[in-house]
Structure formats: C-alpha cells, structure tokens
C-alpha cells in the first residue's frame, strides 16, 4: 500500500473530521486555518480526486440545493481503506520518531 | 447567513466548463461560485473577479488537454468507423473520391490560371498608381483606341501635372538584328527612360540600376544574356544594334514573370532612339512608343483625367479634342486592355467551369452518402442511444467527408502537378504550383478543400443525424420520399450543368470552326509568308538588290505563281493610320482609316477580287503615290456609289476590293486604303509567295535554298498564311479545350454518380420488383419502371439547361462581328447525349434487375 502524501493526508483527516459536510469548500477552508497557510484550489482537488481514485475516499453527488443556484455538491466520506492508510501513516510516523535518539544540541548542525 | 448569490463574470465561467467532465461539472462550477462569493464578501469585487480569473488562467492547460483528450478519444472510433465504411463499400468509395479527386484537380489548375489573370502586372510595387495613357478617336466608324503616343509627351504631362510623379516612354523595335559575341539574332530591342526602373519593379540581378541605363548601355533579361554570352559574365560586354549601335551591358535583371504585360528582353536608354535618323526629336506628328506615368500616392485617375481635353487644345486645337480624347488604364487592368476586355471575361468563364464541376462532384458525393445512409442507419441508432447529441452526429460525418475531401485533395494536388505542363500547354502561360513558399497557395488549397469537404458533407451530415435511433433500429428505415426527391433534385443538377458545359463546347467549337472556314474573301490557302525587308540589313541598298534577285528567283521556282512584297498580310495588318479627306467630304473632321503599303501582285497573291476598278501598274509613273486601292466599307463610310476616278487627299482612287477579313473576325471589316509602292523599299516587311499547293515540301526545300544563297548568316524562316490566321483564335481554342475537358469530366462524374445511385437503388427495390414480376409483371415494365425513375429529372435539366446556355452563350459570342447562330443542333446533341447516356447507365442495373430470377429475391421471407 501506497504512503500517504502530506496534502493526502491532510485532505483525508479533513473529510474525517467535518463529517457530513465535506465537500470542496469547506474542505480546503478547514486545511487553510488549521496550517495558516495558503492552499490553492488545486491542492486540494488533485489529492482528492487522486484518493477517490485509490478508493480511500468515496465521492456522493448531492442534491442540488438551492444555496448555490441549483448546483449540486460533490461530498467526500473516508472508506475504510482510507482510514487504514491513514493508521498506516501515523504508525510509520510514530516508529519513525521513536527511532531518533535523544535530540540535543550537540547532533544539531 | 448568506442573502445573495453574487455570480462571477460569465466568460470566465465558460471558460471554466471546459476544464470539467460534464458528468459532474456543476458541482465544481459550484464550489468554485462559493469561493468567489467569500472572497467578494471579504475584499470586494475586484479582488474577486481578479482571483476567479487568475484560476481561470490557471487552468487553461487542463482545458485544452480535456478537450483533446475526449476529441481523439472519439475521432480514433470516427476514423476506423469510417475507414470500415470506406473498405465495405469499395465502389461508391471510388465513385466518390475519384469525383470529388478530378474536381479539385480541375479546381486547383483553373484557380492558378484565374490567379496569374487576376494578378496580372500585380507584381510591380506601384501597380495601384502607374497608368498607361491611351488615345481614343471618335469616327463616324465608332471610337478607334489606339496606345501609341509621341516623344514629347511624357514630359509635357510631368511638367504640366503636379499629380503625376515621373513618366516613362518605352519603345519596342521589333525585328532587329542583334550582333555580339559571336552570335546574331533577331530581336525587339526596348528604348525606354531609366526611369522604367523607378515606375516598374523589375529587380536587377547583377549591376545597378538607378544609374545605369545611361548612354549607350544595355540592360539585358537573364535568358538573352545567356544567350550571348553563355556563362560567362555579361557585364561590360559590347552588343550591337542594327550594325550601327553599339551598347555595353551594364545590368542583368531577373526574368520577367510570365503574367506581366510588360516584356522586354533588351533595354536601352530612350536618349539612344534620339539619335536614330527616322525618330522624330520632338513634336506630335509620329506616334510610335508607349507612355506610362506614376501618380502620386493622394492623386486621383479620374480627375487627372478630366483636365485632358485641356492638354489636347494646348497641344493641338479645339478641333481635334472634338474628336479625341485621353484616358488612361490602371496598370492592373493592362492585361484585360490589352486583350480587348476578353482576357477577365475568359477567366470569370473559366471559374465559373471549375465551380460548376466541383458542384458536380460534391453533389455525387451528397447522392451517394445520403443513399447509403441505410447501411449506416443502424450505426446511428446505436451512437444515439448511447448518448450521441444530433450535433455529435453532425460533427462525425461532416468530419467524414472532410476527412475524404482532405484526402481527395492529396490526389488531386498531385494529379494537378503531373497535368500543369500540359495545361501550361494549353492555356500559354507559366503557372507554377508553389505549394509551400507561398502561403496564399497552400491556404487557398487547403481552404479548397475546406469548402468542397463542407459543401458536399452538410447535407448528408443533417440528414443522417436526423435518423430516430428506434426505426433505424427495428430495421424499418426506407428511403423517405423526400430524401428521394431530394436526390432526383441533386441528379437534374448535375446533369443540367454537364449540358450546359457540353452546349458551351459545341457552340465555340462552332464558332472557332466558322471563323476557320469561313469565306473571308480572299485566298488564304497555299501562301508562305516570309517576313524580311531590306532594313533588316546591314547595307539596304545591297540588301534590296538580293532581295530582288531572290524574288526573281522565286518567281522561276516551280510550284511559286506569284510573289509580292507587301507591308502587312492578313492577320498582320500594321497599326498604321492616316486622315483622309476624301473629295466631296464636308465633314469637320477627316476620316482616320488604316493604310497599307503593297506591290502589283499583292492582291493577286492572296486572292482578292475587285469590285472596281483596276490593280497598280508598275508602268503607270502616276501610280507611285497618286494612287489608291479602297475597300468596299471605305467606299461606305464615305457615302460614294463609285469610287473609281475621286480623289482621297489629292490621290486618285484607281479601284476598290472587296471587304477581306484583314483582321480577326471579332472585328467587322473595317476602312482600310492601300498605297503602292513597287520594288524593293524598306516599307515592305513581308514577302508573300502563292504557290500552287503540290508537293509543298519541294517548294519549301527550293525556298530555302535561294534564301541561303541570300543571306547564308540567316535562318529561312516562313509560315503559312492560313496558319498564321488560326493563331488568331488561338486564346479561343485554349478556351474551348478547357471547357471540353471540363464537360468530359463533369458528365463523367455525374455519369459514375447516377450509376452507384441506379444500382443502389435498384438493390432497395429488389423485393418490389421480385413481387412485381410474380404478380405478372413483364421485363419490359420493371425495365421501364426504373428507367422512368431516372430519366425524369434528366430531362427537366435539359429544360432548364437549354435557356440558360443560349444565355451564356449569346454573351461569349457578342464578342464576335462574326458569329454563327445558336442552332438547335448543339442543343438537341447535349441534351440526347446526356439523356442516352443515363438510360445506358442505368438500363444495366434496371436489366439485370428484371431478368434476376424472384426466388432469389424473396427466398428470406
């Protein structure tokens, strides 16, 4: 199985974390306040489109709703593969942090 | 929370569709709209507008690569379908590149002739702005045009209007020897102002222009300098002139294009003709050389034009801007000018024939896609269920039949390189085909192309892409009656316009024979016409002694009757005039009537009889410029009964001849008066010799060779009287060989086109006929069923083609004094022919119908 991206991973917690209401928008809003960073609409969609593809995320088209003139929205949900190659990162990530030795100044450049 | 959708600017969001698969475009059209509101909400329009357009921006790659992506996807399953189609059915995919092949070959060949006469002269820079002024004099005979102006008046219009920029004088001396390294030929020598180079863009190969046409040099084409001096470098070289003049070659300029109207082969100073003892220094009185002039830029022709009559009074007087007047031609419109308004005309005809047969092969390929269309019927209603749009339909088989044109167009473009050196042949021109140095070649073929896969695709395209998926499906689609009546429709004008190409054809094949055949009243049979006269020499007086020991000799050859010396010959009549003022006349002003100079035996020579009167007689000293020989139409215009005994201008009419068609018979038989002048004398330009017509070739063979103990330095050179006359109907024949070809090619296209449609149709009404004949139907009937069918529309084209060929034909023979009649003959012969033709074609499949055997027919039900 494939390692996660960063801008992957983020999108996949993103879709986990709002639940019922992820689509594009909010989505992209959620990854810009919680790294204070700009990110570009494509950013966003290219991973998500490229997760949907792997099957780690499942897209719905929803009804069209009349907030946005009749334009429907394209909701994502975290599938279970998802979620697991998201454990898959954070235990990897994890291991990896254990490995290090003590941090100090001394093996600092 | 939110009150109001703000939309983004609408092109952008255009734009943006494009980057989505319509399958879920809106959802992302919609986060995008959401965006674009939180950022005019936060920042305001502007920066809104600017952000949505910048994602635009961003996208724009993806836009293309989407649409390339989803447009090859289909247009790999287009092509292989097509290319099915294509292998399936072999024979109508013949038919129809083969048709449409030969159009655009025809096409491609008549618009580079159309282009080199549209483009005429267009070559110099200031082609817009150079005019030739001409003459035209008002007789009681209509209006003469003559080109030929005097010395002085290119400076006399520089001086006199601002609106003229510079001018230049150019004289073409025809017929001189040449002498220079060795080698000697016969050439027309141009004396013309150094200005030429100013006014015309003739672009100079080696050496300089501007300076260099001074005093006593020469500026030769790069074909003549070839041909004196071979390889080596001309320049500096010596050549000269009629034995006398000698030039040094200081210029070679670039060979002059083939549609120029202006041609010279040798250039000299125009100071230089000054000093020739017969040229005039100044004065009105000899007018002999071309006058071209620049206008400036802001200058109008028109109201240069107006200020004219002012410049004959100065010149002459009131009396003669009575009756003259100046006009000028655009350099551009020199070419139609100088052939009498024929030359566009021919052109336009000549296009006309190339769209009508392009018509004809597209209308082949209309009648065979859309009766085809059965085979691919089930096609369509398998693309439209599974979502194809009409417009998708539309597209695949428009795209088809431009693919098909596309590739009819290769053929076409190389059949149309093998054929340009026989239809350079033809048409006496130098038409390059340069397909990619120049890029208003290769966009007119391509955009040829374009059109033809257009014109002939858009019908079938609605057609097909209007089939209902569940009738196509079930099998139930039959040829509607409007599709048929459209096809009946598309046969009668095919075939209309084939009759009227085979009527045209006829009709000038006519004419050209009429004006071959026809009495000109004289003899043009059996007479060699050798162009030489004693100021072709070096020395004239001895050149007139052997001229005259060769006439004598001549005379004793056997086979010669008679021989005369003569200033013009028919066909050949010089572009000399002269007033006369014939006793008794009261008009102000006098006649202007051509005027030639012959010997005693000149009439007898080519043939022509007197109405009155008697011939010249070297032994009555008051011939020798009291006389005068007229014409019957001089005798007209003047108004006598007999013309014997009255006096033109002191001279005493000795006889009258009949009305000879001295001219091409696009002109009436006009005045003409003939002086005498016996002897040698450099007036006579030609030797004319009657011979009897035996054994011609040991006649020629003796001719020869007393010419060689002439002058063995020159070649004989000869030709035939009637031959030299046929030359002048030579842009006719050019003509009517087009056409002819064009009329071959259109009936056979047209022809292929209703046999695949016979055959075609035959196979869909194969059941009905098997019924017929078992309900007790004869062969002769189904025979006659089917050939009703076709024979229908071809006889309504005959009833349409008819009145519009005597149309265009009247029009192409109203350039003609002497025509024939439009008689029913050409008629009846085009319209049987293309009626016989059809029944041939389609009695084979209609036969073959009739005698098939109905079981085979009706075994599957």
């Given at each position: 199985?494939?390692?996660?991206?960063?801008?992957?991973?983020?999108?996949?917690?993103?879709?986990?974390?709002?639940?019922?209401?992820?689509?594009?928008?909010?989505?992209?809003?959620?990854?810009?306040?919680?790294?204070?960073?700009?990110?570009?609409?494509?950013?966003?969609?290219?991973?998500?489109?490229?997760?949907?593809?792997?099957?780690?995320?499942?897209?719905?088209?929803?009804?069209?709703?009349?907030?946005?003139?009749?334009?429907?929205?394209?909701?994502?949900?975290?599938?279970?593969?998802?979620?697991?190659?998201?454990?898959?990162?954070?235990?990897?990530?994890?291991?990896?942090?254990?490995?290090?030795?003590?941090?100090?100044?001394?093996?600092?450049? | 929370?939110?009150?109001?959708?703000?939309?983004?600017?609408?092109?952008?969001?255009?734009?943006?569709?494009?980057?989505?698969?319509?399958?879920?475009?809106?959802?992302?059209?919609?986060?995008?709209?959401?965006?674009?509101?939180?950022?005019?909400?936060?920042?305001?329009?502007?920066?809104?507008?600017?952000?949505?357009?910048?994602?635009?921006?961003?996208?724009?790659?993806?836009?293309?690569?989407?649409?390339?992506?989803?447009?090859?996807?289909?247009?790999?399953?287009?092509l292989?379908?097509?290319?099915?189609?294509?292998?399936?059915?072999?024979?109508?995919?013949?038919?129809?590149?083969?048709?449409?092949?030969?159009?655009?070959?025809?096409?491609?060949?008549?618009?580079?002739?159309?282009?080199?006469?549209?483009?005429?002269?267009?070559?110099?820079?200031?082609?817009?702005?150079?005019?030739?002024?001409?003459?035209?004099?008002?007789?009681?005979?209509g209006?003469?045009?003559?080109?030929?102006?005097?010395?002085?008046?290119?400076?006399?219009?520089?001086?006199?209007?601002?609106?003229?920029?510079?001018?230049?004088?150019?004289?073409?001396?025809?017929?001189?020897?040449?002498?220079?390294n060795?080698?000697?030929?016969?050439?027309?020598?141009?004396?013309?102002?150094?200005?030429i180079?100013?006014?015309?863009?003739?672009?100079?190969?080696?050496?300089?222009?501007?300076?260099?046409?001074?005093?006593?040099?020469?500026?030769?084409?790069?074909?003549?300098?070839?041909?004196?001096?071979?390889?080596?470098?001309?320049?500096?070289?010596?050549?000269?002139?009629?034995?006398?003049?000698?030039?040094?070659?200081?210029?070679?300029?670039?060979?002059?294009?083939?549609?120029?109207?202006?041609?010279?082969?040798?250039?000299?100073?125009?100071?230089?003709?000054?000093?020739?003892?017969?040229?005039?220094?100044?004065?009105?009185?000899?007018?002999?050389?071309?006058?071209?002039?620049?206008?400036?830029?802001?200058?109008?022709?028109n109201?240069?034009?107006?200020?004219?009559?002012?410049?004959i009074?100065?010149?002459?007087?009131?009396?003669?801007?009575?009756?003259?007047?100046?006009e000028?031609?655009?350099?551009?419109?020199?070419?139609?000018?100088?052939?009498g308004?024929?030359?566009?005309?021919?052109?336009?005809?000549?296009?006309?024939?190339?769209?009508?047969?392009?018509?004809?092969?597209?209308?082949?390929?209309?009648?065979?896609?859309?009766?085809?269309?059965?085979?691919?019927?089930?096609?369509?209603?398998?693309?439209?269920?599974?979502?194809?749009?009409?417009?998708?339909?539309?597209?695949?088989?428009?795209?088809?039949?431009?693919?098909?044109?596309?590739?009819?167009?290769?053929?076409?473009?190389?059949?149309?390189?093998?054929?340009?050196?026989?239809?350079?042949?033809?048409?006496?021109?130098?038409?390059?085909?340069?397909?990619?140095?120049?890029?208003?070649?290769?966009?007119?073929?391509?955009?040829?192309?374009?059109?033809?896969?257009?014109?002939?695709?858009?019908?079938?395209?609605?057609?097909?892409?209007?089939?209902?998926?569940?009738?196509?499906?079930?099998?139930?689609?039959?040829?509607?009656?409007?599709?048929?009546?459209m096809?009946?429709?598309?046969?009668?004008?095919?075939?209309?316009?084939?009759?009227?190409?085979?009527?045209?054809?006829?009709?000038?094949?006519?004419q050209?024979?009429?004006?071959?055949?026809?009495d000109?009243?004289?003899?043009?049979?059996?007479?060699?016409?050798?162009?030489?006269?004693?100021?072709?020499?070096?020395?004239?007086?001895?050149?007139?002694?052997?001229?005259?020991?060769?006439?004598?000799?001549?005379?004793?050859?056997?086979?010669?009757?008679?021989?005369?010396?003569?200033?013009?010959?028919p066909?050949?009549?010089?572009?000399?005039?002269?007033?006369?003022?014939?006793?008794?006349?009261?008009?102000?002003?006098?006649?202007?009537?051509?005027?030639?100079?012959?010997?005693?035996?000149?009439?007898?020579?080519?043939?022509v009889?007197?109405?009155?009167?008697?011939?010249?007689?070297?032994?009555?000293?008051?011939?020798?410029?009291?006389?005068?020989?007229?014409?019957?139409?001089?005798?007209?215009d003047?108004?006598?009964?007999?013309?014997?005994?009255?006096?033109?201008?002191?001279?005493?009419?000795?006889?009258?001849?009949k009305?000879?068609?001295?001219?091409?018979?696009?002109?009436?038989?006009?005045?003409?008066?003939?002086?005498?002048?016996?002897?040698?004398?450099?007036?006579?330009?030609?030797?004319?010799?009657?011979?009897?017509?035996?054994?011609?070739?040991?006649?020629?063979?003796?001719?020869?060779?007393?010419?060689?103990?002439?002058?063995?330095?020159?070649?004989?050179?000869?030709?035939?009287?009637?031959?030299?006359?046929?030359?002048?109907?030579?842009?006719?024949?050019?003509?009517?060989?087009?056409?002819?070809?064009?009329?071959?090619?259109?009936?056979?296209?047209?022809?292929?086109?209703l046999l695949?449609?016979?055959?075609?149709?035959?196979i869909?009404?194969?059941?009905?006929?098997?019924?017929?004949?078992?309900?007790?139907?004869?062969?002769?009937?189904?025979?006659?069923?089917?050939?009703?069918?076709?024979?229908?529309?071809?006889?309504?084209?005959?009833l349409?083609?008819?009145?519009?060929?005597?149309?265009?034909?009247?029009?192409?023979?109203?350039?003609?004094?002497?025509?024939?009649?439009?008689?029913?003959?050409?008629?009846?012969?085009?319209?049987?022919?293309?009626?016989?033709?059809?029944?041939?074609?389609?009695?084979?499949h209609?036969?073959?119908?009739?005698?098939?055997?109905?079981?085979?027919?009706?075994?599957?039900?």
């Open positions: 199985m494939k390692i996660l991206s960063r801008a992957e991973e983020l999108t996949l917690l993103s879709v986990w974390r709002l639940g019922e209401n992820a689509y594009g928008v909010p989505i992209r809003k959620h990854i810009i306040k919680m790294t204070e960073e700009d990110w570009s609409i494509g950013a966003i969609y290219v991973p998500l489109d490229r997760l949907t593809k792997w099957k780690f995320l499942r897209s719905i088209q929803g009804d069209p709703t009349s907030e946005r003139g009749g334009r429907s929205k394209r909701f994502y949900r975290l599938t279970g593969d998802g979620y697991e190659a998201l454990q898959r990162l954070k235990s990897i990530q994890n291991a990896m942090w254990e490995s290090l030795p003590e941090l100090g100044y001394n093996t600092l450049i | 929370m939110k009150t109001k959708i703000h939309k983004p600017p609408r092109t952008a969001t255009f734009l943006l569709r494009r980057c989505f698969h319509e399958f879920d475009r809106d959802t992302f059209i919609g986060d995008f709209e959401e965006f674009y509101n939180e950022i005019l909400i936060e920042s305001g329009s502007f920066k809104a507008d600017t952000w949505y357009w910048k994602q635009v921006i961003k996208s724009a790659p993806k836009i293309f690569s989407n649409i390339l992506y989803w447009r090859t996807a289909m247009l790999k399953n287009y292989k379908i097509a290319y099915r189609n294509l292998k399936r059915h072999k024979g109508y995919s013949i038919i129809n590149i083969g048709g449409l092949t030969a159009g655009i070959t025809v096409g491609i060949l008549i618009l580079l002739y159309v282009n080199s006469i549209f483009t005429f002269d267009r070559f110099h820079e200031n082609s817009d702005d150079t005019f030739l002024i001409y003459k035209v004099r008002v007789t009681p005979s209006e003469q045009i003559t080109t030929d102006t005097w010395v002085p008046l290119k400076d006399e219009l520089v001086s006199t209007y601002p609106a003229i920029e510079n001018g230049v004088r150019m004289w073409g001396r025809g017929s001189i020897w040449v002498q220079g060795d080698k000697k030929f016969q050439e027309t020598v141009t004396y013309a102002d150094p200005s180079f100013e006014i015309f863009t003739f672009p100079l190969r080696q050496g300089s222009s501007g300076s260099s046409l001074i005093k006593n040099t020469m500026i030769l084409d790069r074909a003549t300098a070839e041909k004196y001096f071979g390889a080596e470098n001309p320049i500096g070289k010596t050549l000269t002139v009629n034995y006398t003049e000698d030039y040094t070659v200081t210029g070679v300029i670039e060979d002059i294009p083939a549609n120029s109207s202006i041609n010279f082969n040798m250039l000299v100073p125009f100071e230089n003709a000054m000093d020739i003892s017969f040229v005039p220094d100044s004065g009105y009185d000899s007018s002999f050389l071309l006058t071209y002039i620049k206008l400036r830029d802001d200058a109008n022709p109201d240069l034009q107006a200020q004219f009559p002012d410049l009074i100065k010149i002459w007087d009131k009396e003669t801007e009575s009756r003259t007047r100046f000028l031609t655009s350099l551009k419109d020199l070419n139609d000018f100088n052939s308004g024929t030359a566009n005309r021919y052109a336009l005809i000549l296009l006309l024939v190339a769209v009508s047969i392009i018509l004809i092969a597209s209308i082949n390929f209309m009648n065979l896609s859309t009766s085809q269309s059965i085979y691919r019927a089930r096609e369509i209603g398998i693309r439209k269920v599974m979502g194809a749009q009409k417009k998708m339909l539309i597209y695949q088989f428009l795209g088809e039949s431009i693919f098909l044109t596309m590739f009819a167009l290769i053929l076409g473009v190389a059949l149309a390189t093998l054929l340009l050196p026989a239809f350079n042949n033809l048409v006496g021109l130098e038409l390059e085909i340069d397909y990619f140095g120049n890029m208003t070649t290769f966009l007119g073929i391509i955009m040829l192309g374009l059109i033809v896969g257009i014109a002939s695709g858009s019908y079938p395209a609605l057609y097909l892409s209007r089939f209902q998926p569940v009738d196509s499906l079930k099998g139930e689609l039959k040829n509607t009656n409007k599709g048929v009546r096809r009946n429709v598309l046969v009668f004008a095919q075939f209309a316009i084939s009759i009227v190409l085979i009527t045209g054809t006829l009709v000038i094949w006519n050209i024979d009429y004006m071959k055949n026809l000109l009243k004289f003899d043009k049979e059996n007479v060699i016409v050798m162009p030489v006269s004693t100021r072709d020499f070096e020395n004239s007086n001895l050149a007139a002694e052997n001229l005259k020991t060769f006439k004598n000799e001549l005379r004793s050859t056997p086979g010669v009757l008679t021989v005369s010396g003569t200033s013009s010959i066909g050949n009549y010089l572009g000399a005039f002269t007033f006369a003022r014939p006793e008794g006349w009261d008009e102000e002003s006098p006649l202007r009537v051509r005027f030639s100079v012959i010997d005693e035996s000149y009439f007898e020579t080519i043939g009889e007197f109405v009155e009167g008697r011939n010249f007689d070297p032994d009555m000293a008051t011939d020798r410029g009291g006389a005068l020989i007229i014409n019957e139409a001089m005798v007209k003047i108004g006598w009964e007999s013309a014997v005994g009255k006096l033109i201008n002191s001279s005493q009419v000795i006889g009258v001849v009305d000879f068609n001295y001219q091409s018979l696009q002109n009436p038989v006009l005045p003409v008066l003939h002086y005498y002048l016996g002897g040698e004398n450099g007036n006579h330009r030609f030797i004319a010799a009657k011979i009897t017509g035996d054994n011609v070739q040991n006649t020629i063979d003796a001719l020869r060779d007393k010419w060689s103990s002439l002058d063995p330095t020159r070649d004989f050179t000869f030709f035939f009287l009637d031959d030299n006359l046929n030359m002048m109907y030579q842009s006719e024949e050019n003509i009517s060989k087009i056409v002819q070809y064009c009329a071959i090619i259109g009936i056979v296209i047209a022809s292929l086109g695949g449609l016979a055959s075609f149709t035959v869909q009404r194969k059941k009905e006929i098997a019924i017929r004949k078992v309900v007790g139907a004869s062969n002769k009937n189904i025979v006659g069923l089917l050939t009703k069918q076709f024979s229908r529309p071809i006889i309504y084209a005959n349409i083609a008819v009145p519009v060929s005597v149309y265009l034909m009247n029009m192409w023979l109203q350039n003609f004094a002497y025509r024939v009649s439009l008689g029913v003959t050409s008629f009846i012969f085009a319209g049987l022919a293309a009626l016989s033709l059809s029944l041939i074609i389609v009695s084979y209609s036969l073959s119908a009739a005698f098939e055997n109905p079981v085979h027919s009706l075994r599957n039900e």
